[in-house]
Structure formats: C-alpha cells, structure tokens
C-alpha cells in the first residue's frame, strides 16, 4: 500500500482500532484478519486512493488479504465530529503501528486513543455474544492507557464518561470483570469505584 500511495503522491495518515494494534503493537494476538480504519475527514477525498491500495495490496498477494482487509466500515458508526476528535487525539498520542513513507508519499497508521478502544471492548462485553478476546483486549488497552497516563486506576465515572462521549455501551457488571480479569493480569486493581474524576 505505501509504495502504491508514494507513486500516487499521497501521504495518508489513518487510524486503526483492534487486531492491528493489538497484532503490530501490543503483540497480544497472533493475527488479524482485517485491518479497520478511518480518517480524520469523513468525506476525505483520500478514501478513493487508500481503497485503490488496498486492492494493489491484495492483488500483489494474489487475493491472500481479503478484498475487504483494509476497511473503513468502522467510521459508518461514527458520528463526523467524533471521528474527527478521535483523529486528532490519535495523533497527538503517537502510537503508530506502520510508517512507510517515501519521496512522493506513503502510509502512517496510527493507533486510536486508548480511551475509545477500551469502550468499543466494553460496548462488545456488554452484547450477548462478544467475541473471545473481547475481555482480553479490554485488559490490555485499560494496562496501555494506565501506563501511558503514569497512572496505577482510573475512574469508574471517567470510564462512564469515555463511553457516553463515544456512543458505546458499559455496565457496572462488565467494568467488574474487566477489573477481576487485570487483577489476574497484572496483581492489582484499576478500576477506582470511589472517585469522582
């Protein structure tokens, strides 16, 4: 994809949430199946090139990725401002999962702010039938934000917080297990039930 968008001249900088972040940059998971990102612009006249890419991509690996293997059917739920706020918070927090940019452009992949990737864990532990890494990725994420942050917990209002502000689903019930499931982890718990912040 970066040597198609060098010869393109465009540089795209995306943000990816979920099995590339938890593949590329926590190595949490084996693999991934697809790549899920979006764009700071929802109406971006980049979204052509970079789906252009992807099919160069998979056709230089003879159909192995998956014609839908970079995806943006992630930002179909996003309302613009939000995915424009999460772009620029991307951004700010600098994880980036993938640089290739040449002399005419390239691809950066950023990882989305920690924050949205653990309510989009919680919204899924809050459906009937979330998928079997679900609670595992939700511990990393909460470890990655804490650490990043210099923080040992964090709020349960604050996470309440996160999660209206992104559209997504908590329960008291699923912030439990995700904070029984870090104390198996990692010895001691995040969650802080008493704090108002």
């Known amino acids: 994809m970066a040597s198609y968008l060098d010869q393109k001249q465009v540089t795209a900088r995306v943000v990816t949430i979920g099995g590339a972040v938890n593949t590329v940059y926590l190595r949490s998971r084996p693999s991934t199946h697809d790549v899920d990102f979006f764009l700071g612009n929802a109406t971006s006249p980049q979204h052509n090139v970079i789906h252009e890419a992807a099919r160069y991509a998979n056709k230089q690996t003879r159909g192995a ?81 804490l650490r990043r942050a210099g923080q040992q917990t964090v709020s349960v209002h604050l996470i309440c917080r996160w999660c209206q502000q992104y559209h997504k689903q908590v329960t008291n019930e699923v912030i439990q297990q995700v904070d029984e499931a870090y104390y198996r982890a990692y010895g001691h718990r995040p969650i802080d039930w008493r704090s108002q912040t």
């Open 65 to 145: 990725l998956g014609a839908e293997w970079f995806n943006n059917s992630t930002q179909l739920f996003m309302p613009p401002h939000v995915q424009q706020d999460l772009a620029n918070a991307a951004f700010q927090q600098n994880v980036v999962i993938y640089n290739k940019v040449g002399r005419g452009g390239g691809l950066v992949v950023y990882g989305a702010p920690w924050s949205y990737a653990l309510c989009g864990k919680f919204n899924r532990l809050c459906e009937s039938s979330p998928r079997p890494y679900d609670l595992a990725d939700a511990v990393v994420y909460l470890h990655e934000h």
